[in-house]
């Protein structure tokens, strides 16, 4: 998937985000933000948005006075999941379908997500999760839970921090399989590293092994080789998150992808409407709505 002009703005937002998070001199930002506006003009309009979000965040955090810009922002992101997961939990085994009902939950936690939109908070999650259990799943979930129960070993591709804990419901729904999930190999945005996947306890019922790359998605060239053997080798994968989904939808292997719609570029790239709750997989032709569980 390809840069349009309507990421530009999304972009300059999240530069803007972590250096407001950062730095607190006006000039200090307003020099920063000059830089930031200087990098676009070597965006690659061919490449990726995650690749060319990489470019700019990573160029961005050696000049801020840290590393990990949204640290703060992410702590509170898992503490207000970690609130939340146990009446889902209860929610989802009461369920008449879990494994639908936990694909719900996790598309659900994919709202928590700084790049798209800032300053989301407990209320809007809440709300949002109240709404979970009723809606459809468009794409294909009945492939998707096939692969599942025939898979020996999923690779699950985390997306950010917070959103995370609702994974961990889906993985426990995965027990057939042995799982192994995939974190950023460094801090960008408020993507999930090592230590939010050991906050959500995911070492309790899966291997954690990161990427190696600092990018918010997955570029295997740019991805170390251990995680590349995981990819090659898994029976299945699973995609979480925008991110994701823009830089592995074009893979010639089947990957599934768990992602809610929140932008336009991506509305009209999956072919799915803004809002919707998607489970689909590269190879699949045709988009329709699962049942209720």
Not at 143 to 156: C, R
Not at 161 to 189: H, M, N, W, Y
Not at 217 to 237: S, V, W, Y
């Amino acid at each position: 998937m390809k840069i349009s002009l309507d990421c530009i703005p999304c972009f300059v937002r999240q530069a803007a985000d972590a250096v407001k998070m950062s730095v607190f001199s006006d000039e200090d930002r307003k020099n920063l933000m000059h830089h930031v506006l200087q990098w676009l003009g070597d965006v690659d309009f061919n490449q990726t948005p995650p690749a060319a979000a990489q470019m700019i965040h990573r160029r961005l955090r050696e000049l801020l006075p840290t590393d990990d810009p949204y640290r703060e922002s992410k702590n509170r992101q898992n503490e207000m999941a970690a609130a939340l997961i146990p009446a889902i939990r209860k929610h989802i085994a009461s369920s008449s379908d879990p494994l639908t009902m936990a694909v719900r939950y996790a598309i659900t936690g994919n709202i928590i997500d700084l790049g798209a939109k800032n300053n989301i908070g407990y209320g809007e999650i809440y709300e949002e999760l109240q709404k979970a259990f009723m809606q459809p799943i468009f794409g294909d979930i009945e492939a998707f839970k096939k692969a599942v129960s025939e898979a020996q070993t999923i690779l699950y591709l985390a997306d950010n921090a917070g959103e995370i804990f609702f994974d961990r419901l889906l993985i426990e729904q995965l027990s057939g399989a042995k799982v192994t999930l995939a974190v950023r190999g460094a801090p960008v945005i408020n993507d999930a590293t090592i230590s939010d996947a050991l906050a959500a306890g995911i070492d309790d019922i899966a291997e954690i092994i990161n990427n190696g790359s600092d990018a918010p998605g997955t570029i295997l060239p740019d991805c170390k080789d251990e995680f590349r053997r995981c990819f090659d080798n898994a029976d299945m994968i699973i995609a979480k998150g925008q991110g994701n989904f823009e830089s592995l939808s074009d893979e010639p292997r089947e990957i599934f992808f768990l992602f809610r719609t929140k932008c336009p570029v991506i509305s009209l790239h999956s072919g799915f409407c803004v809002g919707t709750y998607v489970a689909t997989n590269n190879f699949t032709a045709t988009h329709s709505s699962s049942g209720d569980a």
